[in-house]
């Protein structure tokens, strides 16, 4: 979990606090900028961060129930995407005020949206293998490579990039990490399209981009250990599941500032396919199981049967979340089997919403005999297995850095970056 959250539960009535915030400010008149700028305001937009990143200081637990009241009072959530998810907690847990003044504010009121620029082409689950290059020159370093899977590449305003600073290093320790900025000359975004239809990530060549020294997040070479609380942060908001709020785009591309919240509420509750696959949880086992009882199908036993067994793999989800908020009965491994139960529970509401449906499953769109999400589920719920960190990468942290199993087979962690076989 990142360092800049706190890890128990702290006295506060996290809840009824926000509730009372709420009642006091929520206007479906005000646009979405000017609702933003009060939720940033207030402390409410990220409360976990702690004060001097623009939070509470809340644990992650308590602002978890808080943003539930945002759902239940039927208002738009904070800025979503990776700048609440990733860019602030690693920014605060790493950089200096000055760093943190400069690139946190404007995540917390949505005027910036970030990507993550980590994967490669050939180092996704070997991530320490990146081969993007930043070279010094001056007060700046100039940036040249590619990075692929960046999930809202296109319209992000600033990346978190991971670059290699020193080849001549052991792979771990030759890194460093920057706050990028997307649009310059050398920055090419390509985005892909997925078998969903939809464009979520991009590939992203840079080449002779730069960024600015004062940009680089914790010392130079430690890249790897920032990107790490990057990827703790990323495991654990995964597996924690999502809160069911309105929500819009950040950052100047989308340039959402002006609408009116009060239509952003209406739109969300008039969308029920189209740009979002529903997030797992219970809501969307009530959802699934009514639509078995209103097919007729819960007299199949099989059928009754997985259903259960779904129910109790989400309660189990939900226990090992309350353990690792739980500081003394941690293991150190919670982030990595809160993901490993993610990809799990996204593979059974899969499987599961299938079976209820049968051959209405191949039909993509609305259907008056089945659920219309469930095309664009069954299409998006290979993916929750694979971002994040795969399936194996998960097991294997957990058997290396929390069980203390012997390491896999390789070159000698002290082999210089250059000299390692490279698969290009
Ligand atoms: C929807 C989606 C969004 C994404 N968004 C982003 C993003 O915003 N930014 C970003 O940087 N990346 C992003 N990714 C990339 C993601 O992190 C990588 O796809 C992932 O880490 C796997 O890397 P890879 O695709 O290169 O697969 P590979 O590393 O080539 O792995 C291929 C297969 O080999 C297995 N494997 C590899 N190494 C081992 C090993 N040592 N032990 C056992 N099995 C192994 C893997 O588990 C996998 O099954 C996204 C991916 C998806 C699907």
Known sequence: ?????????????????????????????????????????????????????????????????????????????????????????????????????????????????????????VAGSDLAGLQTRAVRDGDEWIVSGQKVWTSQGHYADLGLLVARTDPELPKHQGMSYFAFDMDQPGVDVRPLKEMTGRTFFSEVFMDGARVSDDAMIGARGDGWRVANTTLAVERASIGAGSVGFAVAAPGQKANQFGRRVGDIVEAAAKRKVGGHAPGVGMKLYGRWTELARSLGRTDDPVLRQEIMELYSMLQVNRWNLQRARDKNQRTGGEPNIAKLFDGEIHRRFRDLSLRIVQADGMLAGASSATDPAIAEFVLHAQGPAIYGGTDQIQRNIIGERVLGLPREPGPPRDTPFSELPKNV
């Not at 000017?34 to 207030?42: G, H, R, V, Y």
């Not at 945002?70 to 005020?97: D, K």
């Open 1 to 121: 979990m990142a360092e800049a959250t706190s890890d128990t539960d702290t006295d506060v009535d996290a809840a009824a606090e926000l509730a009372d915030w709420v009642d006091d400010n929520w206007d479906p008149d005000l646009t979405l900028g000017e609702w933003w700028q009060l939720l940033a305001d207030s402390g409410y937009a990220h409360p976990s961060l702690p004060e001097n990143a623009g939070g509470k200081g809340w644990s992650h637990g308590d602002a978890v129930r808080a943003m539930r009241v945002l759902a239940e009072r039927n208002v738009v959530g904070p800025p979503p995407g990776l700048g609440t998810m990733l860019a602030a907690p690693t920014i605060a847990a790493h950089g200096s005020q000055e760093q943190i003044d400069r690139y946190v504010p404007e995540i917390l009121n949505g005027r910036k949206a970030w990507c993550q620029l980590f994967s490669e082409p």
